[in-house]
């Protein structure tokens, strides 16, 4: 009996040690992760389908029969993804183009909602694991901004578009990283943490500038302009920020630059406005004919290349885009995950100057992250498109909404690990 005891005893020791160990792998494919997800898809890829692998295996070693419990954790938005990923599959079964819908729904949709619990897991797991994150996340501005200078200074191109001569989706990382930084600068982390976000941020202004994307601009500046508003304090040392560095950069950057700055004062006769304004004429059109479940995934592409030449996939607005192709369901489902998270938003903000706690801090840093990706989307295409850059903007969603982590409770009366 006592050996049978103490061979149980052993047993679960060991399997405590693999799941540990397990664990570590995991958080090792995420700092992994984090600085090959801009550069390289097959890199991305990679971590997903191992990182999902391994998750599965932990929960099954935990849960055993009821590894699922723990394999999609509770979340707000767990009824409303789920709504969603139904209404994928209604637009899928009512699609023009069955075989396109549905491989998209498999190869984006699905991982995007295995992407967003399984990161929500991991984050929940470990303040580590947390902390962890966001110092690569603050590491990975400065890497951008450093390569951008080196790039700048040696090709001098008109619009920056590259860091160290590889050449990613910038709007999505600047949409993100700048407020996620701006917010974790006026907080109260520790003295580390705080530098490497202002190197982050200032190495990345110049980028925000010289990439020139207009999406980019508003986005980042209204979520900014958001949280100085509600905190105030800073209104006075941001505006003489943002007016020095206007000056500065006037002189250094080129003409393209200086031209898309005019332009937003004269979005009338702006091109690029045009074309974004019948991309969505569109997609309403298209939604007029397929009100319900939409015209299925990727249909958008389909039908616009009968008209366009060369093809737009896309409608250069993400909201249009669901709207046409998941019809007036799919678009009340994906509006409902974002007034849900605006919600949480709001909740965050007027909480964040009362705390210490690096959690809701973090929190409103992926918030502020978050509300400038939706706002980038208005123009442009890129929370349910591709692989590697959605599922950064799902990873930091994972954050902003992390009730296991950020408990309201505990966030307001405990130090973080970062103090």
């Not at 498999?106 to 694991?129: G, H, P, Q, T």
């Not at 190495?203 to 020139?212: E, P």
């Not at 015209?295 to 996939?313: D, Q, T, W």
Request: aromatic fraction near 16%.
């Amino acid at each position: 009996m006592n050996l049978l005891k103490l061979f149980l005893i052993n047993d679960g020791v060991k399997k405590d040690k693999l799941i540990i160990i397990l664990k570590n792998i995991i958080m090792f494919g995420f700092c992994f992760w984090v600085f090959a997800v801009p550069v390289n898809k097959l890199s991305s890829k990679i971590f997903f389908y191992l990182g999902i692998s391994l998750w599965l295996f932990i929960t099954i070693l935990v849960r055993k029969v009821k590894f699922y419990k723990d394999f999609i954790p509770k979340t707000i938005l767990n009824k409303l993804l789920l709504i969603f990923l139904v209404s994928g599959v209604l637009s899928v079964i009512f699609s023009i183009d069955f075989g396109l819908s549905q491989r998209i729904f498999f190869e984006r949709y699905i991982v995007y909602c295995l992407f967003f619990w399984f990161s929500y897991a991991i984050i929940a797991d470990s303040k580590r694991n947390l902390n962890l994150i966001v110092i690569l996340l603050t590491t990975l501005g400065i890497l951008f901004g450093l390569g951008a200078l080196r790039d700048y200074f040696i090709f001098k191109p008109e619009r920056l578009s590259s860091f160290f001569g590889i050449k990613p989706n910038f709007a999505v990382y600047l949409a993100l990283l700048i407020p996620f930084n701006f917010v974790i600068i006026f907080s109260n982390v520790n003295k580390i943490l705080k530098y490497l976000s202002l190197a982050s941020f200032s190495l990345m202004i110049f980028l925000f500038v010289a990439h020139g994307s207009r999406g980019v601009w508003l986005g980042v500046l209204i979520s900014i302009a958001v949280v100085v508003f509600i905190r105030k304090k800073y209104l006075i040392l941001i505006i003489i920020l943002i007016i020095f560095s206007s000056c500065f950069y006037s002189k250094i950057l080129p003409n393209e630059i200086k031209g898309r700055v005019e332009s937003l004062t004269n979005i009338y006769n702006n091109a690029a406005v045009n074309e974004r304004l019948y991309f969505s004429v569109l997609a309403f059109n298209i939604f007029k004919e397929h009100p319900i479940f939409g015209a299925g995934l990727g249909a958008f592409g389909k039908l616009n290349s009968k008209i366009e030449k060369p093809i737009h996939i896309h409608t250069h607005n993400m909201f249009a885009e669901v709207m046409a192709e998941m019809g007036i369901v799919g678009l009340l489902a994906f509006l409902s995950i974002v007034f849900t998270f605006l919600v949480r938003f709001i909740k965050n903000l007027y909480i964040w100057g009362k705390t210490r706690g690096c959690e809701k801090i973090t929190a409103t840093a992926a918030g502020a992250a978050i509300f400038a990706c939706f706002i980038l989307n208005l123009s442009y295409s890129s929370i349910l498109v591709g692989f590697q850059d959605a599922l950064m903007f799902w990873l930091i969603l994972a954050i902003a909404v992390n009730d296991k982590v950020f408990d309201m409770e505990l966030g307001s009366s405990r130090e973080g690990a970062l103090k």
